[in-house]
């Protein structure tokens, strides 16, 4: 097996002027929205992508069946807008694997017509998180007044910090091709997956990418999981005071 190897489902009318990456990650807040935005636009799925730098195993469905691990390209169009997805369970086991499999995504991405690349992300901040902020990074400097019209704040800039995986080697590996990238990421505890911070994030894609999208579910998973959250607080604190009683 070659070290990445890519199948085309469709070859024909595929081409989009931007890409948008939800691979997983902190809170799998960008792999929610991804997967959100793919289901409720009916995206298509144009491409397999397979790797050896990805974890060796096999996926086993409900009928028992395998399928050897891989990443998804989609594609959709709504309102003559069209978008592609990079998304899936993995992200490179090595960083020469990482630096290899961005080089491909960003190969796809030109040779599709993307001119800029939106990734996605989480930004841990080791707390529960009432009203999730969306914080940005660019890799040109003209993109960020676009970013902050949009609700994305750059509140995190000053200090600097890294991004790791494809959300960040999409942007510098893209700035070195002229490709425009913008980094969106929802603050998030780190610790729970985060429809919340989920829903912050895509009303901030959104407004940029000019594509409506219904949050409803999203919107749905975070009301379930805040009370999930809420009933663990409880039983926590119950068993606090019960504690307490028998020490008294």
Do not use: W
Request: proline share 3%.
């Amino acid at each position: 097996m070659e070290d990445v190897r890519v199948n085309f489902l469709r070859e024909e009318d595929i081409d989009a002027p931007i890409l948008i990456e939800g691979l997983p990650g902190i809170g799998h807040v960008g792999k929610l929205v991804a997967d959100h935005m793919i289901s409720e636009l009916a995206a298509e799925k144009i491409a397999e992508i397979y790797s050896i730098y990805f974890p060796p195993q096999v996926i086993v469905d409900g009928h028992g069946v395998t399928h050897l691990v891989n990443n998804e390209i989609y594609r959709c169009e709504k309102d003559g807008k069209a978008a592609l997805f990079l998304v899936g369970d993995f992200q490179s086991n090595s960083a020469e694997g990482h630096y290899i499999l961005t080089e491909h995504y960003l190969d796809i991405a030109e040779s599709l017509g993307v001119r800029r690349i939106y990734t996605l992300g989480g930004y841990g901040v080791g707390h529960l998180v009432e009203h999730p902020r969306v914080l940005c990074s660019v890799n040109m400097e003209h993109l960020r007044p676009e970013v902050e019209a949009a609700g994305g704040s750059f509140e995190n800039a000053e200090g600097g910090g890294m991004i790791m995986g494809a959300s960040g080697l999409l942007l510098g590996l893209g700035k070195m091709r002229g490709i425009e990238g913008i980094c969106l990421m929802g603050e998030t505890s780190g610790y729970i997956v985060d429809p919340r911070s989920a829903d912050s994030l895509l009303a901030v894609l959104s407004r940029l990418i000019g594509i409506d999208v219904d949050p409803t579910s999203l919107q749905q998973r975070a009301e379930a999981m805040e009370q999930i959250i809420a009933k663990i607080q409880e039983t926590e604190e119950a068993r606090g005071r019960e504690e307490l009683s028998y020490i008294g």
